[in-house]
């Protein structure tokens, strides 16, 4: 069956960096869309970043600049990679595969 697991969530303080990882298992993950979305406190889940099985990425303007969506098809895994973290990313940040499955999210908590 199809299995989305994140890692590398916690707290950082502002300006910091951290890197998402999501192990994906189920499906071949080569050939799907793979996506970051988060949804913080009382707001809609968003997308974040969005790379194809072309590996061409997709980003939302709020994070532009800061984050880079990657992926490694031989160890089906997709990363986030986020710099200049500021208050504002403080959310659950979920993995999602175009597949339509999700992963159960990541905690990440940008404060001083």
């Known amino acids: 069956q199809v299995q989305l697991v994140e890692s590398g969530g916690g707290l950082v303080q502002p300006g910091g960096s951290l890197r998402l990882s999501c192990a994906a298992s189920?499906?071949?993950?080569?050939?799907?869309?793979m996506s970051w979305h988060r949804q913080a406190p009382g707001k809609e889940r968003e997308l974040v970043a969005v790379?194809?099985?072309?590996?061409?990425?997709n980003y939302a303007d709020s994070v532009k600049g800061r984050f880079t969506i990657s992926r490694d098809n031989a160890k089906n895994t997709v990363y986030l990679q986020m710099n200049d973290l500021k208050p504002d990313d403080s959310a659950v940040y979920y993995c999602?595969?175009?597949?339509?499955?999700w992963g159960k999210g990541t905690l990440v908590t940008v404060s001083s």
């Open positions: 999602y595969c175009s597949i339509n499955y």
């Open positions: 790379i194809y099985s072309s590996g061409f990425t």
């Open positions: 189920g499906f071949t993950f080569s050939r799907h869309a």
